[in-house]
């Protein structure tokens, strides 16, 4: 499951135990060997779903962690992209990699910054925000005031796109094991302190149409044929499109 470079299971054991702020810290050093780091088959779909959206000036990686969808945002803005996560360990990374890239790469200026997503230190200056795999890291009744501060940082027109995958099916081992994983994190975070908020089965779609709608976005989907459709002729993978009016 991980690269001889990753994080043992004693290490991953201690972030654990720790809250997510300083876990994340703990595994910076090592998260890009780790299969928690967004996939390339996902960033690359979700480019290439983008691409006929803009042009973008500015961009938003909302939780953007070691920077994997900083090159999202390369791709499809012109004129700077900003990383913002709560992590100082994970943009310290992110930064180190954007040190070793910028050797010969043209592309728009990056920032990092660290901040809390749910109180964002902006104005309304971004044409996109995206963000990859963090939202199980909000429970569910924060979902609002989090996304309240994504449509307060875009510009009228500005979109929030992030990819979503359908959930396993009932007779999938996927669903057991998330199912068992999100119970023991429940167990975890009733027995120890702080919590290690984490839950893979609490970001549903229709919740979060229902959440983006009561943020003020307008909402599309579409579908990411990268990742091919179920049995019944849905996507696996869609690419979820919300948008701020425009004035």
């Not at 919740?207 to 579908?223: K, P, S, Y």
């Amino acid at each position: 499951m991980f690269s001889p470079e990753g994080p043992g299971l004693r290490e991953l054991a201690v972030q654990a135990l720790s809250s997510v702020e300083h876990g994340y810290d703990l595994l910076a050093p090592k998260f890009d060997h780790t299969p928690f780091r967004t996939s390339g088959a996902v960033l690359d779909a979700t480019t290439r779903a983008l691409t006929g959206l803009g042009p973008f000036a500015r961009g938003l990686d909302l939780c953007c962690g070691t920077g994997a969808g900083m090159d999202v945002l390369r791709a499809v803005c012109a004129r700077s992209v900003t990383g913002v996560d709560l992590s100082a360990g994970m943009l310290a990374e992110g930064r180190r990699r954007e040190a070793a890239r910028e050797a010969g790469a043209p592309g728009p200026r990056a920032d990092w910054v660290r901040a809390d997503a749910r109180a964002l230190p902006f104005g309304p200056v971004f044409d996109l925000a995206v963000s990859f795999g963090a939202f199980g890291h909000f429970l569910p009744r924060e979902l609002p005031a989090l996304f309240a501060q994504v449509h307060s940082v875009l510009r009228p027109g500005g979109r929030f796109a992030f990819p979503l995958g359908a959930p396993p099916p009932f007779s999938s081992p996927w669903y057991w094991a998330l199912l068992g994983f999100d119970t023991a994190m429940r167990v975890r975070n009733a027995l120890w302190r702080p919590p290690f908020v984490m839950y893979y089965r609490t970001f549903r779609l229709g919740d979060v149409l229902r959440v983006l709608h009561g943020a003020g976005f307008a909402t599309e989907l579409r579908a990411l044929p990268e990742f091919g459709r179920r049995p019944d002729g849905s996507p696996r993978g869609r690419l979820v499109l919300a948008t701020r009016a425009a004035v």
